[in-house]
């Protein structure tokens, strides 16, 4: 993207070998771990430097570990998810090892502002992609990332954005205002003015809360599976529901 600086800072993908995750997973198991959380920059393309994405391959091989536990799934770039997002929600939907969430990162609804970040997507992939996903897994927890100012974002870049986080209803949407990082591209871009990137981050943060509230509320008095993490007192637990809420 041209305002990473991940990739200069950490090199390219690299990924482990899939027998080194299930001996760390069950290692961690053994130890009492009852939550595994699979982390990357773009866990969808996990494999790719070894000649073929084994993402699938790998997530089947922690489905079949015959111990007690869940999984959280990383981010998940749209454009990777496209390529696996078929097998991959069959198995999050049949399997009772993953967590029902997703978390793929929007960015902006805007396709000026997608093509600017040098997003491999549009708003409309996007969109299928989630809906794709909602269709298919019960009471799927959706987050996602925007980043709020990013150059030349005008009024109506922002709208679209607005617009598509209202129309997906995101469970949780990681708001961050645009900041310039060195030796990016998009350092060089015409900025938008402070003041207007704050008034618009307090917006959509209000959109987000009222999303996220609407969300909840939807389960109060509805029961549902819910994995225990932490005994806090007799009868009280700390823990998740299966959509990691």
């Known amino acids: 993207c041209t305002y990473c600086i991940t990739r200069l800072a950490v090199g390219r993908l690299r990924s482990y070998p899939k027998e080194e995750i299930i001996d760390s997973v069950i290692s961690g198991l ?11 920059q773009d866990l969808a393309i996990y494999g790719q430097d070894r000649g073929e994405n084994k993402l699938i391959e790998l997530l089947e091989a922690i489905d079949k570990i015959p111990l007690n536990f869940i999984v959280r799934l990383g981010m998940m770039t749209p454009n990777g998810f496209k390529n696996v997002a078929e097998q991959l929600v069959d198995l ?7 967590y029902k969430f997703l978390h793929l990162p929007l960015e902006s609804g805007d396709d000026r502002i997608l093509k600017l970040m040098g997003r491999e997507y549009d708003s409309k992939t996007f969109r299928k992609l989630v809906n794709f996903s909602k269709e298919r897994i019960s009471n799927l927890n959706f ?17 679209n954005t607005k617009k598509l986080v209202y129309e997906l209803k995101p469970f949780k949407v990681n708001i961050s205002k645009f900041t310039p990082r060195p030796h990016t591209l998009a350092a060089y871009f015409p900025k938008v003015k402070s003041e207007v990137v704050d008034e618009r981050a307090r917006e959509l943060s209000k959109i987000v809360r009222k999303l996220s509230k609407e969300n909840k509320e939807a389960f109060v ?10 005994k806090l007192s007799e009868g009280r637990y700390f823990g998740r529901s299966i959509n990691y809420v």
């Open 143 to 159: 987050t996602t990332d925007v980043i709020v100012g990013f150059p030349t974002e005008d009024e109506e870049a922002f709208n």
């Open 221 to 230: 008095k509805s029961k549902i599976k819910a994995v225990p993490l932490k």
């Open 92 to 98: 999050v939907k049949s399997s009772d090892k993953f």
């Open 30 to 40: 053994k130890e009492g771990a009852k939550e595994i959380f699979l982390t990357a």
